[in-house]
C-alpha cells in the first residue's frame, strides 16, 4: 500500500530558529496536509496542497506541494515555545473517498 | 461551537473482551472517519461512513472490528474478543460532506489499553 516517509523524526529547536521538515510518497498524491498534534488531543490541520508546485503559508507556517506530486515540506520561521509538537504529514491518493495516509511524525522539542 | 467528542476518554480492559467507542461527529458533518493511532506512529484508516453507510471499510484489520452509525450522526466502534494488539489510540474525524478537498476535524481520541 501507499506509504509516507517523514523526516526528520525529531529535531530540537531554540526559539526564533527556522525549522524545515519533509515527507516522500512512494506513489502519487493528489492532497497533501500537514497536522500537528498535542498530547491528548487530536491532529488538527495545519496547511491544505491541492495542486502540484502549490506554495502556501500560514502564518509562520509554509508548505509546498512537489511538482512530482510525490513529496511536501513544511517550514516554520521563528519559532516560538508553543509550536512544540508532533507534526504530521498526511495525503490523499487517487480515488480516494477522503481517508488520509500519514506519516510517522516529526517530534519538536524545545532544546534544554 | 462543539467540536468532534468521544467517549470514553480512557478504557481499560481484559484481553478476550468487547468494548465500544464512540464518536459524537460536528453537528451536520455527513462523512464520519475512524483511524487507530499506535504509539509513535501517525493515524491509520479504518473505515470512513457517509451519511448510515460505510462507504469504506477497507482499513478495518479483521473481523472483530466493526462500526456502525445507524441514524447518520453517532458512530460507535466495535472490538469483539480484544487483544493486546488492539492498544493503541481510536480517533474519530467527520467532515462537512466528505471527499478528497474537505477538512477533517479529529476528536481527542479513546485510548485503549487491553491487558
Known amino acids: 500500500g501507499q506509504q509516507l516517509n517523514q523526516s526528520p523524526q525529531s529535531m530540537f529547536i531554540q526559539e526564533g530558529e527556522d525549522v524545515s521538515m519533509n515527507c516522500t510518497s512512494s506513489s502519487i498524491f493528489n492532497t497533501w496536509l500537514w497536522y500537528k498534534q498535542d498530547p491528548g488531543e487530536g491532529p488538527v490541520l495545519l496547511i491544505a496542497?491541492?495542486?502540484?508546485?502549490e506554495l502556501t503559508s500560514n502564518g509562520r507556517l509554509t508548505a509546498q506541494f512537489g511538482i512530482t506530486r510525490k513529496d511536501s515540506f513544511l517550514n516554520i520561521s521563528a519559532s516560538i515555545p508553543s509550536d512544540v509538537g508532533i507534526y504530521f504529514c498526511a495525503g490523499q491518493g487517487r480515488g480516494s473517498q477522503g481517508n488520509l495516509i500519514f506519516g510517522k511524525g516529526t517530534k519538536l522539542s524545545v532544546k534544554p | 461551537g462543539a467540536g468532534v467528542s468521544q467517549t470514553p476518554s480512557n478504557k481499560v480492559t481484559e484481553k478476550g473482551k468487547y468494548v465500544e467507542l464512540r464518536c459524537d461527529p460536528i453537528s451536520g458533518h455527513t462523512a464520519l472517519y475512524w483511524y487507530r493511532q499506535s504509539l509513535g506512529q501517525g493515524p491509520e484508516f479504518l473505515i470512513y461512513?457517509?451519511?448510515?453507510?460505510?462507504?469504506?471499510d477497507s482499513g478495518l484489520p479483521n473481523d472483530r472490528f466493526f462500526a456502525v452509525r445507524p441514524e447518520g450522526s453517532v458512530s460507535t466502534l466495535k472490538i469483539q474478543r480484544t487483544e493486546r494488539g488492539d492498544s493503541a489510540v481510536y480517533l474519530c474525524?467527520?467532515?462537512?460532506?466528505?471527499?478528497?478537498?474537505?477538512?477533517?476535524?479529529f476528536g481527542p481520541g479513546t485510548r485503549l489499553t487491553v491487558l
Open positions: 461512513f457517509q451519511g448510515t453507510g460505510a462507504a469504506d
Open positions: 474525524a467527520s467532515s462537512l460532506l466528505g471527499g478528497s478537498t474537505d477538512t477533517q476535524y
Open positions: 496542497l491541492y495542486k502540484a508546485g
